[in-house]
Nanobody
């Protein structure tokens, strides 16, 4: 088991920045691939970014060049730095963790076993 707690969401104007944090506890942080997903009202949960066991990072096309995922192994925390925010980035952002490498797919939310409670990000125009 691992517990995930997100923080850092809020209200920001278009063009602004936010940094989301996801603190993990309960298991060895390096045992997990970590992902960020988001879900807007009436829409499906979508992949935003992921960082795998060896530190490889992936970002969706919609956020590439604006968002960056990173991790601090000493703090067992994964971050999502969000710059140049747009109104269409408005959503609840979820942190997720997956331990098993079998059939792992970084962009498939169904492949993640552990989820945080979510943090709201609202971008005003």
């Amino acid at each position: 088991q691992v517990q995930l707690v997100e923080s850092g969401g809020g209200l920001v104007q278009a063009g602004g920045s936010l940094r989301l944090s996801c603190a993990a506890s309960g298991r060895t942080f390096g045992s997990f691939a970590m992902g960020w997903f988001r879900q807007a009202p009436g829409k499906e949960r979508e992949f935003v970014a992921a960082i795998t066991w060896n530190g490889a990072t992936y970002h969706s096309d919609s956020v590439k060049g604006r968002f960056a995922i990173s991790r601090d192994m000493a703090k067992s925390t994964v971050y999502l730095q969000m710059n140049s925010l747009k109104p269409e980035d408005t959503a609840v952002y979820y942190c997720a963790a997956e331990e098993s490498r079998i059939n792992y797919s970084y962009r498939d939310y169904a492949r993640y076993d552990y989820w945080g409670q979510g943090t709201q990000v609202t971008v005003s125009s």
